[in-house]
T-cell receptor, first 115, second 110 residues
Framework: DAGVTQSPTHLIKTRGQQVTLRCSPK?????VSWYQQALGQGPQFIFQ???????QRGNFPDRFSGHQFPNYSSELNVNALLLGDSALYLC??????????????FGPGTRLTVL | AQRVTQPEKLLSVFKGAPVELKCNYS??????LFWYVQYSRQRLQLLLR??SRESIKGFTADLNKGETSFHLKKPFAQEEDSAMYYC????????????FGQGTTLQVKP
C-alpha cells in the first residue's frame, strides 16, 4: 500500500487562474481531509469529505471547493487564485464511523506557487 | 476559540539530554490531543494520541486538563529525533477537523 498519494507534486500558476489538486486515500479509508500549510505555519483545515459530501469545513472562502468520487479519491479546486494561496496543500485520509473519524494519515503534499 | 499554542519555534538540546516540547490548547469541551512529527523530506505522521496512552519511540505525553496542556517528553534525546513536531487537537469523538499548532523544530546535537 503506497499510502496517501497526491498529484501533482509541484504546481506554478498565475493570479486569477484555477487549479485542481488530486488525492488518493490509503487503502481501506473512506474519508479525505484537506489542509493548507503556509510557510512556517502549521496545517490549517480546509474541509473534509465523507460519502461524497462535504462533512465539515474550515474558515476558507468559497473559492475553495472539493469533490469526492465513489472510489473515495478526492479533488481540491481553487478558483481565482491569489498570491496568498501559495502554500503546501496536504491531503489526509482516514476511516470514519457515522460520528467519529479514526487517525488521519497524510500525503506528501502538493506545493502550489502563485505568481 | 479553538487554538493550539506551541510557544517554542526551535528547541535545541544535546544527545542524551531530556526533551520537553510544550503544547497548550484552548477548547470549550473535551478535545482529543495528538502529536504529529515530520522528519526531513518525509510526510507528516502521527507520533501519539492521548487516548491510546502509548509510548512511541520513547516519547510520552500526558493530557493535563487543569493546565490545558499536552507536553511531549522524552528522557534521553537521540539525534534521529531531530524533526518538526506539531501538536494538534480535535473535537470530542475526533470528528475530523484537526487544529494544529505552529510547530516546534527539535534539533538534537551530537
Amino acid at each position: 500500500d503506497a499510502g496517501v498519494t497526491q498529484s501533482p507534486t509541484h504546481l506554478i500558476k498565475t493570479r486569477g487562474q484555477q487549479v485542481t489538486l488530486r488525492c488518493s486515500p490509503k487503502s481501506g479509508h473512506d474519508t479525505v481531509s484537506w489542509y493548507q500549510q503556509a510557510l512556517g505555519q502549521g496545517p490549517q483545515f480546509i474541509f473534509q469529505y465523507y460519502e461524497e459530501e462535504e462533512r465539515q469545513r474550515g474558515n476558507f472562502p468559497d473559492r475553495f471547493s472539493g469533490h469526492q468520487f465513489p472510489n473515495y479519491s478526492s479533488e481540491l479546486n481553487v478558483n481565482a487564485l491569489l498570491l496568498g494561496d501559495s502554500a503546501l496543500y496536504l491531503c489526509a485520509s482516514s476511516f470514519s464511523g457515522r460520528l467519529s473519524t479514526d487517525t488521519q494519515y497524510f500525503g506528501p503534499g502538493t506545493r502550489l506557487t502563485v505568481l | 476559540a479553538q487554538r493550539v499554542t506551541q510557544p517554542e519555534k526551535l528547541l535545541s538540546v544535546f544527545k542524551g539530554a531530556p526533551v520537553e516540547l510544550k503544547c497548550n490548547y484552548s477548547y470549550s469541551g473535551s478535545p482529543e490531543l495528538f502529536w504529529y512529527v515530520q522528519y526531513s523530506r518525509q510526510r507528516l505522521q502521527l507520533l501519539l494520541r492521548h487516548i491510546s496512552r502509548e509510548s512511541i519511540k520513547g516519547f510520552t505525553a500526558d493530557l493535563n486538563k487543569g493546565e490545558t496542556s499536552f507536553h511531549l517528553k522524552k528522557p534521553f534525546a537521540q539525534e534521529e529525533d531531530s524533526a518538526m513536531y506539531y501538536c494538534a487537537l480535535s473535537g470530542l469523538r475526533n470528528t475530523g477537523k484537526l487544529i494544529f499548532g505552529q510547530g516546534t523544530t527539535l534539533q538534537v546535537k551530537p
